[in-house]
């Protein structure tokens, strides 16, 4: 009979075919010793040796001779380590080393059920890599990626179980009194006010915000700490598009025009990570900036510009206040040139 050999499956030989899975091997009943076959007595010589655990004895026969030696074989998907000959003695033993057959794989990791796991399998290939998360709220208790390494172990090594924990974000009110009575992004040292530090103030999770870099002009989700100190040391590189991370409805073009027209807003009013421009009033609660209506703006004959709007493309002379309403509110509007309309 023939029998074929998986490193989780043993499967019969029918029909002239061998139904194997990944990793599957055949060998002949000449190779392989049936699980619970009885040992012949010899009455010289040596009886089957004990084949290593995922392994198997090669041309396994009932008796061998005084000074005959017996070949160890790992089965497919399984490496061996030590010496695989054993030497029949005159004493009806067998001189062996120490031979193990490894598995030619990293086991699925220790993780709580709380931590997901991409892709998940019972063991990996080396050079296989996984991606773990938690739920929102929650952090790893190590690090995101794993590598099955040649040595089938992971890289980095994994030393304990994997959780998630729950991160204690620090609110606003916090954030605004970080070290000291200083304005939000600020701390207080030796009686004066500078620039939070990410590495000295930003070591504790923070809640992420969207906010708008204005090199690349992408919206990218960052810790509202990280964006706080970037914000204090370099104001014009960083602005705030809204709360929690970013978006696939993220209004970026705008943020963009905004961060345009901020350079030459005359009203810069804190309201919580975001500041407000002419065209914006800080809401009631104070965490976040909402815009006015174009007859809200106040009437001014300084600081006017001329611009394009609406779909007849009429020209006006107007104010940023009323330029910046008309494009928050998503109304066509081009500004032409600064001071008043020629007619």
């Known amino acids: 009979m023939t029998f074929c050999f998986n490193v989780f499956l043993l499967n019969e030989f029918l029909n002239g075919q061998c139904y194997n899975y990944r990793g599957a091997t055949c060998v002949n009943d000449d190779d392989y010793t049936e699980e619970g076959r009885i040992k012949h007595r010899c009455d010289t010589g040596c009886s089957t040796p004990e084949a290593p655990e995922n392994g198997f004895i090669r041309n396994e026969k009932p008796c061998y001779d005084v000074g005959e030696e017996a070949e160890a074989v790992c089965f497919s998907g399984y490496h061996r380590l030590g010496y695989q000959f054993f030497r029949c003695l005159p004493d009806k033993t067998w001189l062996q080393q120490t031979i193990e057959c490894q598995l030619l794989a990293c086991d699925k990791p220790s993780v709580s059920t709380a931590v997901r796991m991409t892709p998940f399998k ?27 390494g040649d040595k089938f172990s992971w890289i980095p090594p994994i030393l304990s179980s994997l959780d998630c924990k729950k991160v204690l974000i620090p609110s606003l009110g916090e954030l605004l009194h970080i070290k000291g009575n200083c304005s939000l992004g600020k701390k207080e040292v030796d ?8 590495e000295e103030d930003c070591n504790t999770s923070s809640e992420d915000i969207c906010i708008l870099d204005v090199q690349s002009e992408q919206a990218v ?21 809204h709360n929690k991370p970013c978006r696939d409805d993220t209004r970026l073009t705008w943020a963009i025009e905004r961060a345009n027209l901020s350079a030459n807003s005359r009203r810069k009013e804190p309201c919580g990570y975001d500041v ?14 909402t815009c006015l209506l174009p007859s809200q703006c106040a009437k001014s004959e300084e600081h006017v510009y ?26 066509k509007a081009i500004l032409l040139h600064p001071g008043k309309c020629v007619s």
């Open 122 to 148: 019972i063991q990996y290939d080396v050079g296989d890599n996984i991606q773990l998360s938690c739920p929102e709220g929650y952090s790893l208790t190590g690090s995101e990626t794993y590598k099955c």
């Open 276 to 289: 407000c421009y002419d065209w914006e009033r800080c809401a009631e609660e104070g965490l976040h900036c």
């Open 221 to 241: 989700t960052n810790s509202s700490c990280h964006y706080l100190a970037e914000k204090c040391r370099n104001d014009e590189q960083v602005h705030f598009i």
């Open 191 to 198: 009686s004066q006010c500078v620039c939070i530090s990410p």
């Open 306 to 331: 001329c611009i394009q709007y609406g779909s007849g493309n009429r020209r006006r002379t107007s104010t940023l206040c009323v330029f910046g309403a008309l494009k928050c509110a998503n109304t």
